[in-house]
């Protein structure tokens, strides 16, 4: 399956989920049983390639790509998670959003120190969301250098904001324009 094949699986829903933004669904890429392994197989090379220790996945589509690469290369799975649904203490971070902020949370338990985990998520926009799940790994003593993403919006910068944080941005398909 090429990237065009990948591509033809996403929808494309406009104004979801608010007027403006044209929502890329990978509801339907999941949907298809070689779409999502194709999928799968093209990250796992990339987490392999970068020497996963660990996959890191952002809550919730980051945990179906995530999972799902960490299964495939025998590697645990740490999930990135939004407030208040660890049953632990936890390490906390806010970040900005277009309007308002959001925090993300994990387990600091989950990580080993020195732990090379690659960081998953279905789509990169802004890059808000991924920087501030790097940051968390990070501050949870993960050594994370590759970030990982189905979709890539390039226009929208979040490619460029995660390289000038040290992270190598790999996707499988872009979309230019947003
Ligand atoms: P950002 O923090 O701006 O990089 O946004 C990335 C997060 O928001 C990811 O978890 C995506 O699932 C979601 N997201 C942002 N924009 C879109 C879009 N146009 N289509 C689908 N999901 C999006």
Not at 11 to 28: A, E, H, N, Q, S
Not at 143 to 162: K, M, N, S, T, Y
């Amino acid at each position: 399956m090429t990237p065009d094949d990948l591509k033809a699986l996403i929808r494309d829903v406009p104004d979801f989920p608010k007027p403006g933004i044209l929502f890329r669904d990978i509801t339907t890429l999941i949907g298809n049983g070689p779409g999502l392994a194709a999928s799968v197989a093209m990250l796992a090379e990339h987490a392999r390639a970068a020497g996963a220790e660990a996959i890191a996945g952002i809550e919730a589509r980051g945990f179906i790509f995530g999972a799902s690469v960490a299964a495939q290369l025998g590697l645990g799975f740490v999930p990135v998670r939004k407030p208040g649904k660890l049953p632990v203490p936890v390490l906390a971070l806010d970040y900005a959003l277009e309007y308002g902020t959001d925090t993300l949370e994990v387990d600091p338990g989950a990580i080993a120190a020195g732990q090379k985990v690659v960081l998953i998520d279905d789509l990169i926009a802004t890059g808000g969301t991924a920087l501030a799940a790097a940051q968390l790994l990070r501050q949870a003593g993960a050594v994370v250098e590759q970030a990982l993403f189905v979709i890539d919006l390039p226009d929208l910068g979040g490619a460029d904001r995660l390289r000038a944080a040290d992270l190598k941005v790999d996707s499988l398909v872009a979309f230019p324009g947003h």
